[in-house]
């Protein structure tokens, strides 16, 4: 697919601060505005994209062979154009249809699209929960009474035989171990289905650790690696960033021992905290609600007739 006016370029760990750069136009607290989410996945969701005097454009392709994009990366007062810019690229030069996922709701306000030209379908599977980070750092009233019991639970249980730690590159054939520990207990559910490309992307982020600005937090029990967290702040939004968060769930209390803990150490003076999405897996949904979200950043299908 070759177009003198829209040469697609490929991600590559070089043009790293070119991207943030996009990145920082417009922050609108997805999970998708998180530029290390993009290197960690980019294998599993290969993407292209190319510049306009105003934004960034993507062009993805799935594995079904479809064409399809994201919201593009520029000023809210651009976004009108850059759409036009990416339908414009579908129709023309692909001979397609536009498909855009993971459209935030201040872009769809903005973009205030015509009822007869798209189709707009909320998706709740891909919305993001965002949390009080002092809430889940203390497990502060009633609501966490639950949390914060269980947190307990575990630091008297196993009083003198955890510890937590940062970890780094290190640390990977530890951490590559855990994973796949973790990954035997998950065989029935969609989670296996994308452990494979996870680790893939973790292995990643540690191979090149100088260059993403992240934490990597870890509880060890008897000395074993039980449970990882990998998180990263925007000081834009006042936000910690959280992909991964992955423990032994037959140890009680692990989970929220390393949330509140890695906060915590990592995080102590962040605001707020995404932790993605749940998938639209029901046991992830249900865990991610009992954390208690403040809010959920939503996100729609576009769909050009």
Same mark, same amino acid.
């Given at each position: 697919?070759?177009?003198?006016?829209?040469?697609?370029?490929?991600?590559?760990?070089?043009?790293?601060?070119?991207?943030?750069s996009?990145?920082?136009?417009?922050?609108?607290?997805?999970?998708?505005?998180?530029?290390?989410?993009?290197?960690?996945?980019?294998?599993?969701?290969?993407?292209?994209?190319?510049?306009?005097?105003?934004?960034?454009?993507?062009?993805?392709?799935?594995?079904?062979?479809q064409?399809?994009?994201?919201?593009?990366?520029?000023? *809210?007062?651009? !976004?009108?154009?850059?759409?036009?810019?990416?339908? =414009?690229?579908?129709?023309?030069? &692909?001979?397609? %249809? $536009? #498909?855009?996922?993971?459209v935030?709701?201040?872009?769809?306000?903005?973009?205030?699209?015509?009822?007869?030209?798209?189709?707009?379908?909320?998706?709740?599977?891909?919305?993001?929960y965002?949390?009080?980070?002092?809430?889940?750092?203390?497990?502060?009233?009633?609501?966490?009474?639950?949390?914060?019991?269980?947190?307990?639970?575990?630091?008297?249980?196993?009083?003198?035989?955890?510890?937590?730690?940062?970890?780094?590159?290190?640390?990977?054939?530890?951490?590559?171990?855990?994973?796949?520990?973790?990954?035997?207990?998950?065989?029935?559910?969609?989670?296996?289905?994308?452990?494979?490309?996870?680790?893939?992307?973790? *292995?990643?982020? !540690?191979?090149?650790?100088?260059?993403?600005?992240y =934490?990597?937090?870890?509880?060890? &029990?008897?000395? %074993? $690696? #039980?449970?990882?967290?990998?998180?990263?702040?925007?000081?834009?939004?006042?936000?910690?960033?959280?992909?991964?968060?992955?423990?032994?769930?037959?140890?009680?209390?692990?989970?929220?021992?390393?949330?509140?803990?890695?906060?915590k150490?990592?995080?102590?003076?962040?605001?707020?905290?995404?932790?993605?999405d749940?998938?639209?897996?029901?046991?992830?949904?249900?865990?991610?609600?009992?954390?208690?979200?403040?809010?959920?950043?939503?996100?729609?299908?576009?769909?050009?007739k």
């Open positions: 697919m070759v177009d003198e006016k829209y040469p697609l370029r490929e991600i590559e760990l070089k043009d790293y601060a070119l991207l943030q996009y990145y920082e136009l417009r922050r609108p607290e997805t999970a998708d505005s998180n530029l290390m989410d993009l290197f960690m996945w980019k294998e599993q969701y290969p993407t292209k994209y190319f510049l306009t005097e105003k934004g960034l454009i993507w062009v993805a392709k799935g594995q079904d062979g064409y399809y994009t994201t919201v593009p990366c520029c000023k *809210k007062e651009d !976004l009108q154009e850059c759409f036009l810019e990416t339908k =414009k690229f579908f129709n023309d030069v &692909l001979k397609k %249809k $536009l #498909q855009m996922y993971l935030d709701q201040e872009a769809l306000e903005c973009l205030n699209l015509p009822k007869d030209e798209y189709v707009v379908v909320p998706d709740r599977t891909y919305a993001d965002v949390y009080d980070a002092e809430k889940l750092r203390q497990f502060s009233g009633k609501k966490y009474h639950g949390k914060k019991n269980h947190r307990n639970a575990f630091i008297r249980m196993y009083e003198g035989r955890y510890r937590f730690a940062f970890l780094n590159k290190q640390h990977e054939n530890e951490i590559m171990e855990f994973l796949e520990e973790w990954k035997k207990g998950k065989e029935d559910t969609k989670e296996y289905e994308l452990i494979d490309a996870e680790i893939t992307g973790i *292995k990643y982020l !540690l191979k090149h650790e100088e260059v993403f600005d =934490k990597i937090g870890g509880v060890y &029990l008897d000395e %074993k $690696l #039980q449970g990882i967290t990998i998180g990263n702040y925007c000081e834009t939004e006042d936000m910690v960033y959280i992909p991964v968060e992955k423990a032994n769930a037959n140890v009680r209390g692990l989970y929220p021992y390393l949330c509140s803990e890695f906060l150490q990592a995080f102590p003076t962040a605001g707020k905290v995404n932790r993605e749940d998938m639209g897996l029901e046991g992830l949904r249900k865990s991610k609600l009992s954390y208690h979200p403040i809010y959920l950043v939503e996100k729609y299908t576009v769909i050009q």
